[in-house]
Structure formats: C-alpha cells, structure tokens
C-alpha cells in the first residue's frame, strides 16, 4: 500500500490479477519507463486461487518479479477477492484511494468484457471507470482517508494480448510500438510460473503474434493496442501524424 508520501506516478496500469497488466501492455510500460516516466501497476486482488500456485505468496513474489523485469518500482496488490470482484462502493472507494496517494496522470485499464475467461475483469473495468470519477470529487474526503482529490487527465483501455481485435463503443484506438520491449513483455509474464508451466507455453507464442500482428499493421515490428476514453485531440495535425 502507498504511504503518505507516495510518489507521484506518471502512468499507473489496473488489473484484476497479477499478469492482466503484463499480458495487456507490459510492452509499453517497459518502454514508459525506458523513457524515464514513473509508472505502476494496481492488482486489485491477488489473483489467487489457481489451479497451478501453490499458495498465493508463490504468485505475489511473481507479480514483484514480473514487475522489475518491466523496470517498474511501484506495484500494488490489493486485498479485494479473486473471482467473486464485484463493482461495489467498497471497491470504487478502495481503488481512488490508491488513485488518491498514486495521482497518475494517465489511468490504464481494461475496456471490455472478456468471454469465456474470468468475469473479474469486466467488474475490474467498471470498478476502474469509477474510482477514476471518484478520485476527482470535491466534498467527500471523509471516504478517502482525507487524502485530497486527484484528477485523472487521460484514461485508456487495453484488451488483454489475445482477446478480439477492437474494443467496441470506442473512437479512438492507437497502436503504441513496443519494438524494443517485446522481449521485456514476454520475460515479465514468463516470471508467473505458476500460470504458465510449460504444457501452457502455446500462450507466448499467442502473445507474441498478437504483438506482431499489431505492429504490422500500422509499420511497427511490435505493437500493443489502447483506446482512448476520450476522443483522442491534437492542436499539431502534422506533429501528431508523424509522432514517432
Ligand atoms: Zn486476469
């Protein structure tokens, strides 16, 4: 948990679990943090029990693991329950608390249901999009511990590496590139063990050609898709185009 004087983060990543953020973007958070911003990743629970770990210490020294192969000095991993996260007050309030001590400029998180695989994250979307509200209200400190109100300037989507191409109900998907980080994507998510032994190691190469195919797409040799909340803007046409 963040103390009093957290740091400021630049960018903080949500998940459900350990691993969503790493197999979602960890790509572009290993490159935010070459490029030298502050960023952290939020597990809203800790992802346990799975049929593969142990005991949840196992999965926990992962997600630190994961973490610091990704650059990354700040991870949280909140106590809400594993496969029963509901979007409740509780659990909007728990999260712009963190968002609160954290003050990221930029809020990542998942944007869509995820079929056939755990209802924890649709809830962890909707828990997201809330306590991203909260955090910014006036009048009602006495919820959040008295730490005062934050505003949140840029929130996005991600979808996790091998979910469906597009995000719907969004305008504004980009492609980030993430070239040079692949590999750093693929080391952090091989440190959770405990998910992925090797009779799973067919989930590497689904990541890695979800990154290729990305990539291709808009002349990139990797990429990892976002959408933005918002329609995305520019007051530079030209700057914007040919951002590199
Ligand atoms: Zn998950």
Redesign the pocket.
């Known amino acids: 948990m963040a103390g009093p004087d957290s740091p400021q983060l630049d960018v903080l990543a949500v ?6 953020a790493e ?1 979602a973007c960890g790509g572009t958070l290993a490159k935010l943090v070459r490029q030298g911003y502050r960023v952290g990743i939020l597990d809203l629970t800790d ?1 346990e029990p799975t049929p593969g770990c142990p005991r949840p210490e196992v999965r926990l020294e992962e997600a630190q693991q994961a973490a610091k192969t990704l650059g990354i000095e700040d991870r949280v991993t909140m106590s809400l329950p594993n496969r029963r996260l509901f979007d409740s007050f509780e659990a909007r309030v728990a999260l712009a608390k963190e968002i609160r001590k954290y003050r990221p400029k930029v809020v990542i998180g998942f944007g869509d249901k ?1 079929p056939m ?2 209802p ?2 649709w809830q ?1 979307m909707q828990i997201t999009d809330a306590a991203v509200f909260y955090s910014r209200l006036t009048k009602w400190d006495h919820h959040f511990d008295g730490l005062p109100p934050h505003q949140v300037y840029v929130q996005l989507y991600f979808r ?1 590496a091998f979910e469906p191409i597009a995000l719907t109900g969004f305008a504004s998907h980009f492609t980030a590139d993430i070239s040079d980080t692949l590999q750093a994507k693929l080391a952090s998510i091989r440190c959770y063990e405990s998910q992925f032994p090797p009779e799973k190691a067919y989930v590497f190469d689904r990541i890695r050609g979800a990154a290729l195919f990305f990539g291709a797409a808009c002349g990139f040799e990797a990429g990892e898709v976002f959408c933005s909340a918002r329609p995305l803007r520019t007051t530079n046409v030209m700057r914007f185009l040919f951002a590199l």
Not at 15 to 20: E, I, N, S, T, W
Request: zero cysteines.
């Open positions: 998940g459900a679990h350990p691993d969503d197999i992802g995820t695989a755990s924890d994250h962890a996790l």
